[in-house]
T-cell receptor
């Protein structure tokens, strides 16, 4: 498979707790993106981190990138029931593959009220 | 701003039949993508258009799948003939000038 790996495959937490999801990818990248998917809003872009960045924040989201290990993590702080969804990392190689995204298998996050 | 539109939302067909999906991207978005998402997996890129031209169709099963983007706007993805393993959600996405992609609601295809 050309897709990357994500772990855990499923994560169940209580509201207010933090959720951490990990992603590994296979080839050199230009950037890595995280998307959320739920039945209500479909697949939505959350955050993008470029290959020369190590950490990025957006609201309650924190993304890290380690290009030497070809891995990334997404941290959601103070989770809410509305964060319940599937989360996917997607890598972009850039160059002639400009715009092409390779998605991971996803992490199913359940946040209990 | 209107989002990416797709139709139909659901389609049930029998194997060996043909089916077509339609996508209308966000106005002004030059790049359009079709993805296949099988249950329990992440989306897989089938084809990428830049305006009218194909940028990447390396993962498109060309013996049965075809896609076109007329006038650099709307796009149609066709499957003929369909197989059981084509059951999936077909997602259309568009982008302009940045790496962020905007996805439509998808078409859920069931092949019996």
């Amino acid at each position: 498979s050309q897709q990357g790996e994500e772990d855990p495959q499923a994560l169940s937490i209580q509201e207010g707790e933090n959720a951490t999801m990990n992603c590994s990818y296979k080839t050199s990248i230009n950037n890595l993106q995280w998307y959320r998917q739920n039945s209500g809003r479909g697949l939505v872009h959350l955050i993008l981190i470029r290959s020369n960045e190590r950490e990025k924040h957006s609201g309650r989201l924190r993304v890290t990138l380690d290009t030497s290990k070809k891995s990334s993590s997404l941290l959601i702080t103070a989770s809410r029931a509305a964060d319940t969804a599937s989360y996917f990392c997607a890598s972009s190689a850039g160059g002639t593959s400009y715009g092409k995204l390779t998605f991971g298998q996803g992490t199913i996050l359940t946040v209990h009220p | 701003e209107a989002g990416v539109a797709q139709s139909p939302r659901y389609k049930i067909i029998e194997k060996r039949q043909s089916v077509a999906f339609w996508c209308n991207p966000i106005s002004g978005h030059a790049t359009l993508y079709w993805y296949q998402q099988i249950l329990g997996q992440g989306p897989k890129l089938l084809i990428q258009f830049q305006n009218n031209g194909v940028v990447d169709d390396s993962q498109l099963p060309k013996d049965r799948f075809s896609a076109e983007r007329l006038k650099g706007v709307d796009s149609t993805l066709k499957i003929q003939p369909a197989k059981l393993e084509d059951s999936a959600v077909y997602l259309c996405a568009s982008s302009y000038g940045s790496y962020e992609q905007f996805f439509g609601p998808g078409t859920r295809l069931t092949v019996l």
